[in-house]
């Protein structure tokens, strides 16, 4: 299989559609699957106020996902439901960036995963927020408020690890060093987010990273942590190549509709 055959198959399915759908459906399974990720926290935080955080994290997530998979059904224009989206697709079909799909680790890895991509999601969303598209407009000015908090949370919590304890420390350290390379994807457009962007549909991710840098530059400083160089971006994710946690995370998010299909609460 070539490395362009999983973008080029969505672009089959997506045909007739609206050119928006690949990169609505992107933020869905974005959203779905670093929600299902914190989910696996419940009842396992170090303490129960980061406990029921983690949880609410997760289903602010949850609820950004359904109105991206409602929206995506509506573009596709082929009846199908968010629940068909959500769970009755393989994990080459979906578009979400490595990052979020990596196991949750100890909690510093937990925390460093949540900052990255809280970083770049409460910029993406302040541009989608004064974008073209009055309904992607509307989910993120709604999911900005909690895209808000949850930058706030996840940078305090780098600042608490770093400047911590000598373990705390540790833990951070090694952390950054796993999940740092999966931080470029975020920001390197594929083939179908550059054509939006050239549309001026979707934010430019180029005018985008400023404030990004400036917020990581900030939060290191503050955790009296160096930052480290930009390595290579690990790419793959969005445009459906996966590592290998996705599938056994697909298998436990999609059992119950996949034993029981058509299956309604």
Request: aromatic letters at 10%; glycine letters at 6%; one cysteine or more.
């Amino acid at each position: 299989m070539s490395a362009t055959q999983p973008e080029q198959s969505t672009a089959t399915a997506a045909q007739g559609a609206s050119p928006l759908f690949p990169f609505v459906l992107q933020l869905a399974d974005t959203s779905l699957i670093l929600a299902h990720r914190l989910s696996e926290w419940c009842g396992h935080g170090p303490v129960l106020e980061q406990d029921l955080a983690l949880a609410n994290i997760s289903l602010d997530l949850l609820g950004e996902a359904r109105s991206y998979y409602q929206y995506a059904a509506e573009l596709e224009g082929k009846g199908r439901t968010e629940d068909d989206l959500a769970y009755l697709r393989s994990a080459v079909e979906y578009r979400n960036p490595l990052l979020v799909e990596q196991p949750n680790g100890d909690f510093a890895h937990t925390i460093v995963r949540q900052f990255l991509f809280d970083n770049f999601h409460y910029q993406l969303l302040k541009g989608l927020k004064d974008g073209p598209d009055a309904r992607l407009a509307s989910i993120a000015e709604k999911s900005l408020k909690e895209a808000a908090y949850h930058l706030k949370w996840s940078s305090e919590w780098i600042i608490r690890l770093g400047d911590g304890t000598d373990e705390s420390r540790k833990r951070l350290d090694k952390a950054i060093a796993t999940l740092w390379r999966f931080a470029g994807e975020l920001t390197t457009p594929t083939a179908t987010e550059s054509q939006l962007q050239e549309l001026g549909l979707v934010p430019d991710y180029v005018a985008l990273w400023p404030a990004i840098q400036a917020h990581t530059a900030h939060v290191l400083a503050e955790a009296t942590v160096p930052e480290p160089p930009a390595p290579v971006a690990q790419l793959g994710g969005k445009t459906g190549r996966h590592s290998e946690h996705l599938g056994y995370l697909l298998a436990e998010l999609q059992y119950l509709q996949r034993t029981y299909p058509g299956l309604t609460w």
